[in-house]
């Protein structure tokens, strides 16, 4: 879990990157992909992404207004997304090293 602060339209919000809203953000993302492929089922999809949207505001202090929420989703979005990246390097990083010491021997 890590912390994060944004600033959106002059406002600074703040929330904590749990695994419920990478979650969220996971489900979100397959969202918009789905509708952007096919562009007709997005009015099945949009209110699940409303759902989601509004889930994942209301971890965010202070409350979102409507107007931040496109950018603040983003940014959380891009704040998951390089989590992600992270914890691939991490993993990256140990698995060469496990590697390393493992051909040494």
Do not use: C, R, W
Not at 68 to 92: P, S, T
């Amino acid at each position: 879990m890590s912390s994060k602060e944004f600033e959106v339209n002059g406002t600074d919000y703040k929330i904590v990157i749990t695994d419920q809203i990478i979650g969220h953000i996971n489900n979100l993302k397959n969202l918009y992909n789905s509708a952007y492929e096919d562009p007709e089922s997005f009015e099945d999809v949009s209110a699940e992404i409303s759902s989601v949207i509004k889930e994942i505001a209301s971890n965010v202090e202070p409350e979102a207004d409507d107007s931040d929420l496109d950018g603040l989703i983003q940014e959380i979005i891009k704040a998951v997304d390089k989590k992600a990246e992270e914890i691939e390097k991490e993993l990256e990083s140990k698995e060469k090293t496990t590697k390393t010491k493992k051909s040494k021997k």
